[in-house]
T-cell receptor, first 111, second 112 residues
Framework: TQLLEQSPQFLSIQEGENLTVYCNSSSVFSSLQWYRQEPGEGPVLLVTVVTGGEVKKLKRLTFQFGDARKDSSLHITAAQPGDTGLYLCAYGSSNTGKLIFGQGTTLQVKP | KAGVTQTPRYLIKTRGQQVTLSCSPISGHRSVSWYQQTPGQGLQFLFEYFSETQRNKGNFPGRFSGRQFSNSRSEMNVSTLELGDSALYLC???????????FGSGTRLTVV
């Protein structure tokens, strides 16, 4: 099983700051997904990146897939308290419904 | 479109008992997968069903089992509960089992 390592594990910042979360592996992936999970809820899919070097933007969130498709990053600009949550990267085995998740990054944005 | 519905939301059971959790996927989604989430191990894959067939199984003991019905609704069962089974159990559905998944809010199981 390919492993996904996320860093940092915990991040506590003030509202308005920028941050980057990393998802790394030694393996090559056909695609990677990013999810956000709020306390007491299930993860919600934010984005799927497929092409090496791809950059996708979702409002203040920017997702990047590494050129070699071994790593990905999530950058949040001007973080807001509503961004607080657990950010997870994951890859899926095709046609088997199995998602392998990283350990996650817990983000706390203080007002 | 209704989301993925999991019942019950909370459950407290005693060691040695068994429990059944239910998941109703999004209409039209034939793939349902189950995950266990704990603070120490994170999100771990339990199993996936597609059109009533188990296609993939994670590394969990045989006490964990599941099934899927013809209407795509799924249940998972844990027998002989142990304290370590306390976790948030999440199910996710997708049309084919490939691509983005929609998760339910989970069932919080506490074993005492």
């Amino acid at each position: 099983t390919q492993l996904l390592e996320q860093s940092p594990q915990f991040l506590s910042i003030q509202e308005g700051e920028n941050l980057t979360v990393y998802c790394n592996s030694s393996s090559v992936f056909s695609s990677l997904q990013w999810y956000r999970q709020e306390p007491g809820e299930g993860p919600v899919l934010l984005v799927t990146v497929v092409t090496g070097g791809e950059v996708k933007k979702l409002k203040r969130l920017t997702f990047q897939f590494g050129d070699a498709r071994k790593d990905s990053s999530l950058h949040i600009t001007a973080a807001q308290p509503g961004d607080t949550g657990l950010y997870l990267c994951a890859y899926g085995s095709s046609n088997t419904g199995k998602l392998i998740f990283g350990q996650g990054t817990t983000l706390q944005v203080k007002p | 479109k209704a989301g993925v519905t999991q019942t019950p939301r909370y459950l407290i059971k005693t060691r040695g008992q068994q429990v059944t959790l239910s998941c109703s996927p999004i209409s039209g989604h034939r793939s349902v997968s189950w995950y266990q989430q704990t603070p120490g191990q994170g999100l771990q894959f339990l199993f996936e069903y597609f059109s009533e067939t188990q296609r993939n199984k994670g590394n969990f003991p045989g006490r964990f089992s599941g099934r899927q019905f013809s209407n795509s609704r799924s249940e998972m069962n844990v027998s002989t509960l142990e304290l370590g089974d306390s976790a948030l159990y999440l199910c996710a559905s997708s049309e084919t089992g490939f691509g983005g998944y929609t998760f339910g809010s989970g069932t919080r199981l506490t074993v005492v």
